[in-house]
């Protein structure tokens, strides 16, 4: 395995995305939802440098099985915090296919929330099987799969603290 993204750089991404979305939420405070379970790493780091208040909550949905992308969307857990009215900043992993986040958005936005804005913490546009782009990424990726920092293969590497290639061949 190859590291793509040590955690160095992990950290710097959070602490240029938590300044960006302080500027732009200046004055109201932002529902930051994590998507589980791969964001949670990220989701973590990125809370540290968000300069406001700010609730957070979290959500279940998956669309993978191994490496490859189901094409169907499974909701594990709902909010707990009523969203009606909120500034909503769901925080998310990988945008890979696009499925999931495409298919969440119109669900979530008929819930009477005030805005809606989507953060990844990796980015790989070669993979879109629907039209999505996130709000705020981290990095950019090339068509590759991989692990680490939240990151999984059938619910193992979650904890390693830098994103690798897993099998790069």
């Not at 973590?44 to 440098?49: A, G, M, R, V």
């Not at 490496?67 to 915090?81: A, L, M, P, Q, R």
């Not at 890979?96 to 969440?104: C, Q």
């Not at 782009?133 to 904890?159: A, M, Q, S």
């Amino acid at each position: 395995m190859r590291v793509l993204v040590r955690h160095e750089e992990i950290v710097d991404i959070c602490k240029k995305l938590g300044a960006q979305l302080t500027k732009d939420y200046a004055g109201k405070q932002p529902l930051v939802a994590c998507v589980l379970k791969g964001a949670c790493p990220f989701h973590s780091e990125l809370i540290k440098h968000i300069d406001l208040d700010i609730e957070v909550d979290y959500i279940h949905v998956s669309s993978y099985k191994g490496t490859e992308s189901t094409g169907t969307v499974v909701f594990k857990k709902d909010f707990d915090i009523d969203i009606t009215g909120k500034d909503l900043i769901i925080v998310e992993d990988i945008v890979d296919t696009g499925v999931t986040l495409s298919t969440l958005k119109p669900i979530l936005e008929s819930k009477g929330i005030s805005s809606l804005k989507f953060v990844s913490m990796l980015d790989k546009p070669s993979k879109r099987k629907v039209e999505f782009k996130p709000d705020y990424v981290g990095k950019t990726i090339e068509d590759l799969f991989v692990i680490g920092f939240g990151l999984d293969l059938d619910e193992k590497y979650r904890n390693l603290k830098d994103i690798y290639v897993y099998n790069e061949d």
